[in-house]
């Protein structure tokens, strides 16, 4: 009996095994079945909008239709405390970190312009002196992203289809249409101000494509140059902007004060079209050719996933001139929405509804105009842009005798002579503390950052992480002088960015379309995260010099 009792529990314990293999076997055939490609979005559209500090989603929300950044806030994820990692807040170094997922210290990038210590001069960050400009014969298109040194998402792309994959970089930034593209990228197009063209160069291709040279032969920016920059709505509506005519805002060129309607005056210099820049009519450009290559290079629309990097440069020009809360911003924003949703339509249109995915994130914040913030009591002010460097000079000159001590003082940062102070056998310690001495009792000063020792800075953890991410050892420099929040440097009208300060890192970061659970999240996430929560969704490597995360929470 007890024999026959044990065949029957090892028959039963088959038997229900034997189900459960077939049943978890059927399960794994339904969801993943052999036959079954890889599940990728058509296109990934990664979009930049430049100086665009976080507040202004919720400021200007109530003024944006549903089809632009409302659509991307409402019905995808919203990581609503995303900073930058690094003290560097400028616009290369942006476009860079975001399609990356690096930081300086790693891809590079570490200003717009840096001293770069191999070549003893100050490089800009997209130059390229062994290519030639395609599309007019002048030096705008020496440009290539052969200073980054680290992949991006694109290239990370074309490596993983095999070159099949298309991505492509749009801008009126030269910086802003390279960087974001890579080094494997079809092709990158940015805007030239001599003759109001999209250019390249032949770093991707030897003539612009057909397609490309039917866009600038519409002229499109001469149409807007003999237009008026008018305000879209009535002046009393603009309820989120101070009144038109504040003293610390820019007087543009051709005009006696700084209110609509602005006009478009020709500068001298040959940059006939520059004026366009700051204006809403340069997003209004950057969105049509990135129609027209959604278009005609079939974006999306060829059986492998494509790239399509855009960023639109506008808000940089007009917050510089401007600030951060003039109806000027408030108008260029709520322009900006309506330029999105015609995006996002014809995105829905050619490519398909469910079919695309895109995020958006900015290359910067930015600080409110020192004029806006005295008038509210904020502390603030602007010092004159050499009062660093004459100090450091004749401080060094002083203790050390004469000699070219100083070589650059660039992005709040000092690069000293290292050749001059080993050949005069003085220590860089030695150095920082005679430096920090002085500087110190400069207005506005609050901290001199040895970018070499920082394990030895009385800093906040946070503070440390920031310039640790963005030490460089031939593109930095070597003490970085830390300025009170609230104050610029060399800027006495309008405002700027590239500090430290919640106002600077702060900025969105929306996605939106396949993929993506709509939510959001309050954790502190970071533009490092940006990438490779692409590459996740794509089933790609993240970038080489990838050091953030996927942000979880926002996939599907």
């Not at 929560?533 to 996939?555: M, Q, R």
Request: glycine share 10%; net charge neutral; charged share 20%.
């Amino acid at each position: 009996m007890r024999l026959l009792f044990s065949m029957l529990v090892m028959a039963v314990v088959t038997t229900a095994s034997s189900a459960q293999s077939k049943k978890t076997a059927n399960t794994a055939t339904k969801s993943s079945p052999a036959n079954q490609a890889l599940a990728r979005p058509k296109l990934v559209v990664g979009i930049v909008v430049d100086q665009m500090r976080y507040d202004y989603l919720y400021r200007y929300y109530d003024k944006f239709g549903t089809g632009g950044f409302r659509r991307m806030m409402d019905g995808g994820f919203n990581a609503r405390n995303n900073h930058y990692h690094y003290a560097a807040t400028y616009t290369g170094p942006g476009h860079a970190a975001i399609y990356t997922g690096s930081a300086p210290a790693l891809n590079g990038i570490v200003g717009n312009d840096f001293y770069e210590r191999n070549l003893g001069r100050l490089m800009y960050c997209a130059e390229d002196t062994t290519v030639s400009t395609v599309g007019n014969t002048g030096a705008a298109g020496k440009m290539s992203p052969r200073n980054l040194l680290v992949t991006t998402i694109g290239d990370q792309l074309k490596l993983a289809t095999d070159g099949r994959a298309k991505v492509i970089g749009i801008a009126l930034k030269d910086r802003g249409a390279i960087l974001p593209a890579g080094h494997a990228a079809n092709a990158a197009y940015w805007f030239d101000s001599k003759d109001g063209n999209f250019i390249s160069s032949t770093f991707y291709q030897n003539e612009l494509p057909k397609w490309v040279q039917e866009f600038n032969a519409r002229k499109l920016p001469d149409q807007f140059m003999s237009q008026k920059w008018e305000a879209s709505l009535p002046m009393d509506k603009y309820t989120e902007s101070t009144v038109d005519d504040e003293p610390y805002e820019t007087i543009l060129a051709g005009e006696t004060k700084s209110v609509f309607p602005h006009t478009f005056a020709i500068q001298a210099g040959g940059s006939k079209y520059e004026p366009l820049r700051t204006s809403p009519y340069g997003d209004q450009i950057t969105k049509e050719f990135a129609l027209a290559a959604l278009k005609n290079e079939q974006l999306g629309q060829r059986g492998v996933t494509d790239m399509l990097c855009v960023s639109f440069s506008s808000p940089d020009y007009i917050g510089h001139a401007f600030g951060t809360h003039a109806i000027e911003t408030e108008d260029q924003y709520i322009r900006l929405d309506q330029q999105l949703a015609e995006l996002f339509n014809q995105l829905d249109a050619s490519v398909g509804k469910g079919q695309w995915l895109a995020f958006l994130s900015a290359d910067h914040g930015v600080v409110d105009a020192p004029g806006f913030l005295q008038q509210n009591r904020i502390p603030s002010g602007v010092r004159g842009y050499g009062e660093i460097g004459d100090a450091v000079k004749a401080t060094l000159e002083k203790a050390y005798g004469p000699g070219q001590w100083m070589l650059s003082y660039f992005n709040q940062q000092i690069y000293l002579n290292h050749a001059l102070m080993t050949e005069k056998k003085i220590a860089m310690q030695d150095v920082y503390e005679l430096l920090r001495t002085v500087l110190l009792k400069q207005k506005a000063v609050v901290n001199v950052v040895n970018l070499h020792n920082l394990g030895a800075e009385a800093l906040p953890i946070l503070q440390e992480n920031l310039f640790r991410n963005v030490y460089h050892p031939n593109r930095s420099g070597d003490f970085y002088v830390m300025q009170q929040p609230g104050w610029l440097e060399g800027r006495n009208k309008g405002t700027t960015h590239g500090t430290t300060y919640a106002y600077d890192t702060h900025v969105p970061f929306l996605l939106y379309g396949w993929g993506i659970k709509p939510g959001q999240t309050l954790r502190r996430t970071h533009i490092h995260d940006i990438a490779p929560t692409i590459t996740a969704l794509l089933g790609l490597l993240e970038p080489s010099g990838c050091i953030g995360n996927p942000v979880e929470e926002a996939i599907k």
